[in-house]
């Protein structure tokens, strides 16, 4: 049961995520990064007028796709501390 799970056991997987480091890595990922883009805004019928919920957005990538395939209102949350970077990121772009 998850309620059984000590929070330390939480705080050390969330604290790999708050590292800038990890991110960098995934976004220089060309081939996946522009794959999730495509996906998502070749798709923009799925998206249109909708509510998302970005779980884990981490920089707030795929949550910025997403707005800008025409989703009504987008939700980014993350655990750790890389959701401050993900608020800047997307202030930086208009799309708050």
């Known amino acids: 049961c998850v309620?059984?799970?000590p929070l330390e056991s939480d705080e050390?997987?969330?604290?790999t995520y708050a590292h800038f480091g990890i991110h960098y890595d995934m976004l220089s990922d060309k081939v996946r990064t522009e794959s999730y883009r495509d996906a998502?805004?070749?798709n923009t019928e799925t998206f249109k007028?909708?509510?998302?919920?970005?779980l884990g957005c981490?920089?707030?990538?795929?949550s910025m796709f997403s707005a800008k395939a025409g989703a009504k209102k987008v939700y980014a949350l993350d655990q750790s501390e890389v959701i401050y970077h993900a608020m800047?990121?997307?202030?930086e772009n208009n799309l708050d």
């Open 12 to 15: 050390g997987y969330f604290s």
């Open 3 to 5: 309620s059984d799970v």
């Open 49 to 54: 007028d909708k509510t998302v919920l970005d």
């Open 58 to 62: 981490g920089t707030g990538i795929l």
């Open 88 to 91: 800047d990121i997307i202030r």
């Open 40 to 42: 998502i805004l070749r």
